[in-house]
């Protein structure tokens, strides 16, 4: 699954964490055979079933009143529409946001792992998996550091964000960031590493979340940082 770096960057002025955190859940139910369309799985015959009300409050963990008045604020920021299906409504994932299976020429994008996010997911709340959601769009390319510019080549130039500078760009109080990062932190969704005079670089466990390019290298060298933090 594909998240388009500079589209959530976009988003994450006009959308919530809680609100992030639905739209994240709902990507779960992308399928490659069947697009943007959120589905409960695909028959033997390739025919989708498309998430019903009931899926959805399993999904979201909320009653239909909750579910519905979530689904118009998605839809209002275009982070969702539905159609009209039969007598029911269908909903599809805006794929300028996040998209599966389509390639999108010269567009950056980080890689989500459903299998594994899907698992982490079931462990936050809305708020935390909406940080986590709005945190992929500053993963660099090269380092997998959360840094300024993630397309930025030069290890000398690549600055990571800092916890400050992070909650500041999302439009967050510092303190507010720092118990939401402490709850993904303890679920080993995040990590951070002391860099010195740059400050401590934040990442993205790699098996949620790549660039698409990581080294065998790297990644292990990442997950070694993970396991360490967890003992």
Do not use: C, W
């Amino acid at each position: 699954m594909r998240v388009v770096l500079e589209e959530i960057e976009k988003l994450n002025g006009e959308i919530s964490l809680l609100d992030a955190g639905i739209l994240f859940r709902l990507a779960m139910n992308m399928q490659l055979a069947t697009g943007s369309l959120l589905v409960s799985k695909v028959s033997k015959g390739g025919t989708p079933q498309p998430l019903t009300m009931k899926d959805m409050e399993k999904v979201l963990g909320k009653k239909e009143d909750g579910v519905k008045t979530a689904l118009k604020r998605l839809e209002a920021i275009g982070a969702i529409r539905k159609e009209k299906k039969g007598r029911n409504n269908v909903y599809f994932i805006n794929e300028l946001l996040i998209n599966i299976g389509k390639q999108q020429a010269a567009t950056p994008f980080a890689k989500v792992y459903k299998t594994e996010s899907k698992k982490m997911l079931e462990k936050l709340t809305d708020s935390q998996a909406g940080l986590l959601l709005k945190l992929i769009p500053y993963v660099n390319y090269h380092y997998l550091i959360l840094t300024h510019d993630p397309t930025e080549k030069d290890e000398t130039k690549a600055k990571p964000l800092r916890m400050n500078e992070v909650a500041a760009l999302l439009g967050m109080t510092e303190n507010r960031f720092n118990i939401l990062f402490s709850k993904l932190k303890a679920k080993q969704a995040v990590a951070t590493y002391e860099t010195g005079t740059k400050g401590k670089a934040i990442y993205i466990h790699p098996h949620l979340v790549d660039r698409g390019n990581t080294t065998e290298a790297l990644e292990l060298h990442i997950i070694k940082l993970f396991r360490l933090m967890q003992n």
